[in-house]
């Protein structure tokens, strides 16, 4: 490892052989057992101990696991009425908002790269026809939580996209960002029903 930089995913000495990757998945199995934030801790020195678990599929699920229920729990603090509707491996909301005017649909969004232009159009045209058990008459507006770094053109995106549902996106990493994600909740409430 200090000779060319590359973490050891397995060592061998004499009769002793050891597998980063086996002990990772371990851990990552013991992590969806903590709560949201112990679980992000426990991602946090698991990336920083073996550096090559942030490209293993199963951390990068794990860590959008666990902000999703980080999201979802800070949402339900700020709004006890939230409904949680996601889970692992789900491809549509993750939770939903019941406001005076409307539901707001949340989709949370993990990851490193940049939140893309044709993610966030499959999102709001996903939430435009969905019709939840606890949302009969549909998803007024669209809420998009996401840890990734947020495009330049994302202003003229969300325009194109009011057409379809009126939708904003909050970049959400810990608790200091709940005024912003506060912030969008209410203003996508006060849009709901109105035209464009």
Do not use: C
Request: aromatic share 4%; glycine share 6%; no cysteine.
């Amino acid at each position: 490892m200090a000779i060319n930089g590359s973490p050891l995913t397995r060592a061998r000495y004499q009769d002793y052989e050891l597998f980063m990757a086996r002990r990772r998945r371990q851990i990552v199995a013991t992590i969806n057992e903590d709560s949201p934030e112990e679980a992000r801790q426990a991602l946090q020195v698991l990336s920083t101990v073996d550096p090559g678990a942030t490209r293993d599929p199963l951390v990068a699920q794990m860590s959008a696991l666990v902000l999703e229920r980080e999201v979802v729990n800070r949402l339900t603090s700020l709004y006890p009425s939230t409904v949680y509707t996601g889970g692992p491996g789900d491809m549509g909301l993750d939770a939903m908002i019941p406001t005076e005017r409307g539901v707001v649909g949340v989709q949370v969004k993990a990851g490193t790269s940049p939140l893309s232009g044709s993610q966030l159009r499959i999102m709001t045209l996903s939430a435009a026809h969905a019709r939840p058990t606890t949302a009969p008459d549909g998803v007024g507006a669209l809420l998009v939580v996401t840890n990734k770094p947020l495009p330049t053109t994302l202003p003229r995106r969300l325009r194109e996209l009011r057409s379809v549902l009126p939708v904003a996106v909050v970049r959400w990493v810990d608790e200091q960002d709940d005024q912003a994600l506060q912030a969008q909740v209410q203003q996508l409430s006060a849009q709901i029903g109105t035209p464009e």
